[in-house]
């Protein structure tokens, strides 16, 4: 059974700093291209960053670019996202993804990922 994890999430002031984690187990995502999203209350998922298979492409929203950094450890099959200066507009329940073994590149819709963790919140104080 395919299972994606996400922890590290929690209640930070704004400012801070937090890293998110996916573990992947089932079957390895080292082939797969993988994303993070995130949903506010009364709001539609939306994306946040994702990386190529490789972690040689990234591509980050806007409102996160220069704050959120993704990362991969394939060894480990996992998935990061560095989180900084964090703002009271990022709370929002994290998910991360993973699309089907060969696709490999960067997806920026939820409907390109097939596998999706159960989430982390994440909430800043302002």
């Known amino acids: 059974q395919v299972q994606l994890v996400e922890s590290g999430g929690g209640l930070v002031q704004s400012g801070d700093s937090l890293r998110l984690s996916c573990v992947a187990s089932g079957r390895s995502f080292g082939r797969s291209g993988m994303g993070w999203f995130r949903e506010a209350p009364g709001k539609e998922r939306e994306f946040v960053a994702t990386?190529?298979?490789?972690?040689?492409?990234?591509q980050h929203a806007a409102s996160v670019k220069g704050r959120f950094g993704i990362s991969r450890d394939n060894a480990k099959n996992t998935l990061y996202l560095n989180m900084s200066t964090l703002r009271p507009e990022d709370t929002a329940v994290y998910y991360c993804a993973a699309r089907t073994v060969g696709f490999t590149g960067i997806a920026l819709t939820p409907g390109s990922y097939v596998y999706w963790g159960q989430g982390t919140q994440v909430t800043v104080s302002s």
């Open positions: 990386i190529s298979w490789d972690g040689k492409n990234t």
